[in-house]
């Protein structure tokens, strides 16, 4: 297609909306904080985990549809009161879907996208939901109505194309034929830029045809998601709608192009596109929406100025195919739709970003002329001069024969031409017609059934895919499976689906489902084994992860809502029945069910989310024989950090080898980009049919593979707070797995030591650790033994390390390597020095607990080694820690914040206290010694008793025994109290087991609270009897 004169082109920059949807039920339940607000056109979000801190936007459009709406009686949602702030479709629709009519009717290119994550409303906006119709319907409604409008001054013909690009291939969704499996190319030409060879494009004269079609591309994208096992989401949907309009009179066809295009869900682009993974390169899934990023972000840079070497529209389909929009002939739309809650932070701020960039794109649209409507004009014109020779021939009474004879010939051959370029049209018109009658024919039958009959209905991750496939479970039994050989068979496909899966019987006004043996089918999650009757809006989980929602009998129908029953609801039902419910989660964290924390309830939406894509990367490993096992984990549901805080929760899957039981943990993202590899894998090699590839694939390049890796099993803490004393501590510490398991008991020690290594001993005991301040302290760690290693339980050839990183040594250190063994010696001693402590290090001791990481190592995998780089030692090879003393410190801070100076005078006043303690003490003490002198005198006898009790222990010395003691009797009080917030109930447990359980948990919260109590009394008793000796030894009691 060629410009009409470039004197025409002017630069439009990028149109771009936003709008914020309504809580959905997940957010709802999760007591959700809107973040967004919205005045005029400025927006802005606020953080939530600093609520100060927000982000303000500027765009074209805003869009407030998160609240002050209600539903009418046709099923609109609509501003609850008239002139209401609530913004419903036909407004959306008034700004952005008029302006890409009136632009495509002036005869320039149009382009709207839809940007935002996963269920943030694009298809919502774009398509539409019942009868709140999106953008797309609309627009052809109104440009037919337009088209009917005008048909006097013009001529218009529609064509109507929609395709889905996922993993980088281009699937027609209205070819009749079925798909290539490598899809349709995209090709370039010098005037149309580039496009899709072998698209169907329709022709189309209704608005109501459009949208039939749009069903049956709807249909074919559910088809082809089960088909690829594939999450639509990650797909983009792109209609084309190309409209010519030729006016007869003027000699002038006007043409464009209107793209509008429902982009992947956008936080896909992060989550597997942002971590390390050797296979990161295979990756094709967000080639094209990262891409678009670029393109954008090279397109805005180029407006602001900077120097641009390239732009990378070809380096993906999708934006080779969008090359005019962005950055060239067309007037383009964006709208950005986002979710309003705090928990989508992140990835709403991300999406205004994008959009923000997006609105510096500057394109240079022009009216379109094709050469074929030239053509036409050329022909006319041509005629014109033609018949003008005739009749003057005639005038002027020349017989010229031959030429006369020339001239008709070439003027029916013209009109001959002009002619077939309009038939032509209606030609294809009559054809598309006739195919829609079909279509519609189906249609009108499917609805039908549906009033007769029960049925079951796909249910999709993707909400406008879901009630898409409807399979009729007329009379008599029915099987349903992968084979389609008999007019009695349910055809369906995906992961883990039989031949004949299970078979439905239909009789006397009941239906039943019976597995076939060694096929996987649960109904409201529970797998069944035998034959059981289905109740209406039942939930059918078939194979893998094929989702059915069962519709009763018309009878049993009574108008209910069947929306909630939702993707997530199947798979939250299912997470249920494996004891994975959101109050579990948040009992577990002493939460309270009605106030989940918003980190947790992300960990149980991950959890959900993940959780059938395990399924099925388990289904594909088991097809594909590559012998391992995926298992989701909770990372640090049972774990916190030094200072006994707990550590932020994450999902990670657990990936074992059957055989060598070699294990691998990956991260979400890891994973979620390895099963869209293994999905490709898995499509080759299976789906593919004849001709597949079948090659097994090299290790390096296997997405069920991973060179192996140390593993983080667990931690154990090794409380500090003695050493500020200078009390030894020989303890047992459990190691924790992430998820509670007690991996382990490691037998570890801290010794408070001379610079040389001797221990110190019980005179050395502090009672007050500031004493410690600006004086060397010198202590070992000692890790004895590890005592009950699940790890190498389970396969002797393992072995373990302990890693461990003491205040600020700026490396973690790790034992050597101890192999094969459950009660592994360790016999590691390391020794620390703080030449000067500081009180930096004082309050570490006081409120921190050495975390000692317990690793696991596997035969092949390297071995964890300590990084001595920037660690300083001192002349007896001991650790120098606390390298900033205290008042370096203070000194690198001071004037830089009052707080830090007001710190300072603290310390000076705590200084001044101590100083005149100290002072009075000595005052103290030498009274007492005159006082005793005095004694002395008298009695002379008691007198040297008095100093034979002197040689006995100071009551400072005893006062720390008793400290040891009570530190000693904690330690044990702590474990006994982590037993306990281990102890719940199993989750099977019945009414008994519940009443077992409770009992035990009774016998150890008695346990538990007689040695808290007795602790504290022996402490008391303790202090109770120095305070007696020491007021007995001062004479006041004598
Ligand atoms: N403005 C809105 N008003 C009411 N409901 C909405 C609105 N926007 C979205 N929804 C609802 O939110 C759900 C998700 O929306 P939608 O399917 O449009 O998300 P999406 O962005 O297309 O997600 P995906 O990337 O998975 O395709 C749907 O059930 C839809 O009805
Ligand atoms: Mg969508």
Same mark, same amino acid.
């Given at each position: 297609?060629?410009?009409?004169? *470039? ?17 959905? =039920? ?7 904080? $809107? ?16 609520? #100060? ?63 935002? #994550? ?50 980088? #291939? ?33 022709? $189309? ?20 998601? @089960? ?25 002038? +066809? ?5 793209? &509008?295009?429902?982009?992947?869900? /956008? ?23 990262? @891409? *678009?990023?670029?393109?954008? /972000? ?16 070809? !380096? ?50 022009? %009216? ?19 018949? &003008? ?27 001959l031409q002009i002619r077939a370029i309009q038939t032509l049209w209606e030609q294809h018109l009559q054809e598309a017609l006739k195919d829609w009658e079909t279509q519609y024919a189906t249609i009108t039958q499917e609805r039908r059934m549906m009033q007769m009959h029960p049925y079951i209905m796909n249910i999709n991750e993707d909400a406008q895919l879901s009630g898409v496939v409807k399979l009729f479970i007329q009379e008599g039994e029915w099987d349903i499976g992968l084979a389609d050989n008999s007019p009695r068979s349910l055809c369906i496909r995906g992961l883990g689906i039989q031949e004949k899966h299970a078979v439905f019987s239909n009789q006397q006004r009941r239906v039943s489902i019976a597995p076939v043996s060694g096929s996987k089918v649960i109904v409201n999650g529970v797998q069944i084994s035998k034959r059981i009757e289905l109740q209406h809006l039942d939930r059918l989980v078939l194979g893998s992860n094929s989702t059915y929602l069962f519709i009763g009998f018309p009878s049993e129908r009574s108008g209910e809502d069947w929306s909630r ?17 959101? #109050? ?16 947790? &309830? ?52 657990? %990936? ?99 610079? +040389? ?111 001595? !780089? ?27 914040? !009052? ?38 005198? %008298? ?66 919260? =008695? ?32």
């Amino acid at each position: 297609m060629r410009a009409r004169g *470039l004197e025409m082109a002017s630069k439009d920059c990028v149109k771009v909306a936003v709008r914020v949807r309504p809580f959905n =039920k997940r957010e709802r339940d999760a007591g959700s904080r $809107c973040i967004i607000s919205m005045t005029s056109n400025n927006i802005s979000i606020q953080d939530p985990r600093n609520p #100060q801190n927000s982000r303000a936007f500027t765009f074209d459009y805003t869009y407030w549809s998160h609240s002050g709406f209600s539903r009418n009686k046709d099923g609109l949602f609509v501003p609850e009161e008239t002139g209401g702030r609530y913004a419903d479709q036909a407004s959306v629709f008034l700004d952005l879907g008029q302006g890409i009519l009136d632009n495509a009717l002036q005869g320039y290119n149009a382009t709207l996208l839809a940007y935002g #994550q996963t269920g943030s409303g694009k298809s919502y906006s774009m398509v539409g939901y019942g009868p709140n119709k999106g953008l797309i319907p609309t627009l052809c409604e109104r440009l037919f109505q337009s088209i009917r409008s005008m048909q006097d001054s013009r001529q218009c013909q529609v064509f109507f194309s929609m395709l889905e690009i996922y993993n980088e #291939q281009v699937v027609d969704l209205l070819s009749k034929t079925s798909r290539s499996v490598s899809g349709l190319r995209v090709r370039e030409d010098q005037q149309r830029g580039f496009y899709v060879e072998g698209l169907r494009r329709v022709p $189309c004269d209704s608005a109501v045809q459009v949208e039939q079609l749009m069903d049956q591309g709807t249909r074919t994208r559910t088809t082809a998601a @089960t088909h690829m096992n594939a999450n639509s989401s990650r797909s983009h949907m792109l209609i084309i709608i190309q409209l010519k309009q030729i006016f007869s009179k003027e000699c002038i +066809t006007k043409q464009s192009n209107i793209y &509008l295009v429902d982009l992947a869900g /956008s936080e896909r682009q992060r989550s597997s596109g942002s971590e390390a993974d050797r296979l990161k390169e295979g990756t094709a899934i967000n080639l094209s929406l990262t @891409t *678009l990023g670029n393109v954008i /972000s090279a397109l805005a840079d180029m407006t602001l100025g900077k120097k641009v070497v390239h732009i990378p529209y070809r !380096d993906s389909v999708l934006t080779k195919l969008l090359q005019s929009a962005l950055g060239g002939n067309s007037r383009t739309v964006m709208i950005a739709t986002l979710s309003p809650a705090d928990i989508c932070y992140e990835e709403s701020l991300s999406t205004l970003r994008y959009a923000e960039r997006a609105k510096r794109i500057q394109n240079k649209a022009v %009216v379109n002329e094709s050469p074929t409507e030239r053509l036409v004009k050329e022909l006319k014109a041509e005629n014109a001069k033609l018949l &003008l020779r005739l009749s003057r021939m005639g005038q002027e009474g020349r017989k010229a024969d031959d030429e006369t004879k020339e001239l008709r010939r070439l003027l029916t051959h013209n009109e001959l031409q002009i002619r077939a370029i309009q038939t032509l049209w209606e030609q294809h018109l009559q054809e598309a017609l006739k195919d829609w009658e079909t279509q519609y024919a189906t249609i009108t039958q499917e609805r039908r059934m549906m009033q007769m009959h029960p049925y079951i209905m796909n249910i999709n991750e993707d909400a406008q895919l879901s009630g898409v496939v409807k399979l009729f479970i007329q009379e008599g039994e029915w099987d349903i499976g992968l084979a389609d050989n008999s007019p009695r068979s349910l055809c369906i496909r995906g992961l883990g689906i039989q031949e004949k899966h299970a078979v439905f019987s239909n009789q006397q006004r009941r239906v039943s489902i019976a597995p076939v043996s060694g096929s996987k089918v649960i109904v409201n999650g529970v797998q069944i084994s035998k034959r059981i009757e289905l109740q209406h809006l039942d939930r059918l989980v078939l194979g893998s992860n094929s989702t059915y929602l069962f519709i009763g009998f018309p009878s049993e129908r009574s108008g209910e809502d069947w929306s909630r029953y939702d993707y997530d609801y199947f798979q939250s039902e299912l997470a249920a029945a494996e004891g994975f419910h959101i #109050q579990s989660l948040c009992d577990n964290q002493g939460h309270r069910p009605h106030q989940p924390d918003p980190s947790l &309830l992300a960990v149980f939406y991950d959890y959900i989310k993940l959780m059938p894509m395990v399924t099925e990367a388990n289904q594909m490993s088991t097809e594909l024989k590559k012998g391992v096992e995926f298992k989701l984990e909770i990372k640090n549901l049972a774990m916190s950090d030094s200072k006994g805080h707990d550590l932020e929760k994450d999902i990670a899957v657990r %990936v074992t080898s059957v055989e060598s039981k070699q294990v691998w943990m990956w991260s979400k993202a890891k994973f979620v980009n390895r099963k869209f590899l293994m999905e490709e894998v898995y499509q080759q090699q299976v789906v593919g049919g004849e001709g597949a590839d079948r090659a097994p694939l090299p290790r390096d390049r296997d997405p069920f593979w991973d060179p192996l890796e140390t593993l983080h099993l667990g931690s154990a803490h090794l409380w500090l707070q003695s050493l500020a004393f200078r009390i030894p501590l020989e303890e047992q510490v459990e190691v924790v797995g992430p998820e509670g398991t007690e991996e382990a008991i490691l037998q570890a020690q801290l010794v408070p030591c001379s610079p +040389t290594g001797l221990p110190l001993g019980e005179d050395d005991i502090l009672i007050d650790p500031s004493e410690l301040l600006g004086k060397r302290l010198d202590f070992q760690l000692v890790l004895d033994q590890c005592c009950g290693l699940r790890w190498v339980k389970e396969a002797r050839n393992r072995g373990v390390q302990i890693g461990f990183q003491v205040f600020d040594c700026p490396q973690p250190l790790y034992t050597p390597a101890v192999w094969h063994n459950v009660n592994p010696l360790l016999d590691h001693r390391v020794q620390f020095s703080a030449l000067r402590t500081s009180q930096e290090l004082l309050n570490y001791l006081q409120s921190n607990a050495l975390v000692l990481e317990l690793w696991g190592l596997q035969e092949g995998c390297s071995e964890l080694v300590s990084c001595m !780089d920037g660690v300083k030692m001192t002349q007896e090879d001991s650790i120098i820690i606390d390298k900033i003393s205290a008042s370096e410190h203070l000194a690198a801070e001071s004037g830089v914040s !009052d707080l830090s100076s007001s710190l300072r005078a603290l310390h000076q006043d705590l200084e001044q206290l101590r100083n005149a303690n100290a002072a009075l003490k000595k005052e103290n003490s030498a009274l007492r010694e005159q006082l005793n002198s005095a004694r002395n005198g %008298v009695e002379n006898n008691r007198g040297r008793q008095e100093r034979r009790g002197s040689l006995r222990p100071s009551c400072d010395a005893e006062f720390a025994k008793a400290l040891k003691v009570f530190y000693h009797s904690m330690t044990s009080v702590r474990g006994q109290l982590q037993r306990l917030r281990r102890h719940k109930p199993s989750e099977e447990a019945d009414l008994l087991g519940l009443r077992l359980f409770v009992d035990e948990h009774t016998y150890l919260l =008695k346990d538990f609270s007689e040695q808290l109590e007795q602790c504290v009394t022996t402490l008391k008793q303790d202090v109770a009897a120095i305070v007696r000796r020491k007021r007995e030894k001062s004479g006041i009691w004598s």
